[in-house]
């Protein structure tokens, strides 16, 4: 659990470095319709054969899965969200930890924050004979928002004063002008006329006329696409049915609750949580509990540091409680012109005495 905690701490150190950045939060945006997707793939394996011993040395491996959609409008919005770590040997998978859920909402007051939910969880570890299924309803509060544009236009921000077009920074008003700009991309014919209108108040407000070299900066960081943010929270709760008991005993209707953070501090991190619970009325004797957190901090257009962490706990009826674990820590940068990447795995399955330690570290360079 050190270990797993040295791993949150840096990504919550490394938020709190980013929160210092700006002095307009992210989070103080808000898109009219949010709609994000993101899906990220890891995988790791090595096989090593001394001839001097009778069998196979190392033939182990590890893949990792991550996807995350989410949907906000005026009156519904939906979130699929999903991750699972598998363990090979062998080619063959030993060792599993997978979560899964999707929940519509819908708001019954136009840009509201309480709703009522419809929605399904999956769990999944090495020791259970199946997966585990709920679906529930209920209610809950809170929303989620796309904050790209406004990221965006701090970037654009620095891009200008880095490259000397403006010799200040931009005032709140004008970067969320800029912010709106970027977020009604699709009402523009043309990428042209939308950095037209992105040129015009900070022209207005740093009293200089922006060169080719400026308003070109300006179009490849509205274009830029893969580093979406997004900031929001949500608390639900409600009652369901367990569609699949993951230890085969009897189906039973739930009680059922959770709790999902998104926060981007700066242009350059987001960190993503969820947690859930649910079981039988009887919820001390019989209960599930999931959790997911997720971090990534860009520290140079050519390195980034991701770290993920997710529990899971099962206790079946009469018997003591499955917990499984797995963390991962990957750093990849450029040093002196060498591509290093780093990539640390911890697991813990029911009824291992430890984590399991999976270490790896490579470089490559160009010599001429």
């Known amino acids: 659990m050190k270990r797993i905690g040295v791993l949150i701490l840096l990504g919550a150190f490394l938020v709190g470095l980013g929160a210092t950045a700006y002095g307009l939060s992210l989070c103080d945006y808000r898109s009219p319709v949010t709609a994000l997707t993101d899906a990220g793939l890891s995988f790791t394996y090595r096989y090593y054969n001394d001839a001097a011993t009778p069998t196979v040395d190392i033939n182990s491996g590890r893949v990792g899965v991550v996807y995350d959609q989410l949907y906000d409008s005026p009156n519904y919005g939906f979130t699929l969200a999903g991750s699972a770590e598998v363990a090979l040997d062998q080619f063959v998978p030993t060792g599993w930890?997978?979560?899964?859920?999707?929940?519509?909402?819908?708001?019954?007051?136009?840009?509201?924050?309480?709703?009522?939910?419809?929605?399904?969880?999956?769990?999944?570890?090495?020791?259970?004979?199946?997966?585990?299924?709920?679906?529930?309803?209920?209610?809950?509060?809170?929303?989620?928002?796309?904050?790209?544009?406004?990221?965006?236009?701090?970037?654009?921000?620095?891009?200008?004063?880095?490259?000397?077009?403006?010799?200040?920074?931009?005032?709140?008003e004008v970067l969320l002008g800029i912010a709106s700009v970027i977020g009604r991309a699709a009402e523009y014919d043309t990428v042209k006329e939308m950095v037209a209108d992105i040129e015009a108040p900070i022209e207005a407000a740093a009293g200089v006329t922006l060169d080719a070299r400026a308003i070109l900066s300006i179009e490849e960081i509205v274009l830029q696409t893969g580093n979406e943010r997004k900031c929001g929270w949500?608390?639900?709760?409600?009652?369901?049915?367990?569609?699949i008991d993951p230890y085969g005993g009897a189906q039973n209707f739930v009680v059922t609750g959770s709790a999902d953070a998104a926060l981007a501090s700066s242009p350059s991190d987001q960190l993503l949580f969820h947690a859930g619970f649910s079981g039988p009325f009887d919820i001390a004797s019989e209960n599930t509990l999931t959790a997911n957190l997720s971090y990534e901090y860009l520290l140079s257009e050519t390195s980034t540091l991701?770290?993920?962490?997710s529990l899971q706990r099962v206790k079946p009826a009469g018997l003591?409680?499955?917990?499984?674990?797995?963390?991962?820590?990957?750093?990849?940068?450029?040093?002196?012109?060498?591509?290093?990447?780093?990539?640390?795995?911890?697991?813990?399955?029911?009824?291992?005495?430890?984590?399991?330690?999976?270490?790896?570290?490579?470089?490559?360079?160009?010599?001429?």
């Open 234 to 243: 949500a608390l639900q709760a409600g009652i369901g049915y367990e569609l």
């Open 320 to 368: 003591p409680a499955n917990v499984s674990q797995a963390a991962s820590l990957a750093l990849g940068f450029d040093v002196g012109g060498a591509d290093v990447v780093l990539q640390v795995s911890l697991t813990r399955d029911p009824g291992d005495p430890g984590f399991s330690i999976d270490v790896s570290i490579s470089a490559a360079m160009d010599l001429l």
């Open 97 to 172: 930890l997978g979560q899964g859920a999707a929940t519509f909402r819908y708001y019954p007051v136009e840009d509201g924050i309480f709703f009522a939910f419809g929605g399904l969880q999956e769990s999944m570890a090495t020791d259970q004979p199946q997966p585990g299924v709920d679906v529930s309803v209920g209610g809950g509060v809170g929303r989620f928002t796309d904050v790209t544009p406004l990221s965006k236009a701090f970037l654009i921000e620095d891009e200008l004063l880095s490259i000397e077009a403006i010799d200040q920074g931009l005032s709140d």
């Open 306 to 309: 991701t770290a993920a962490y």
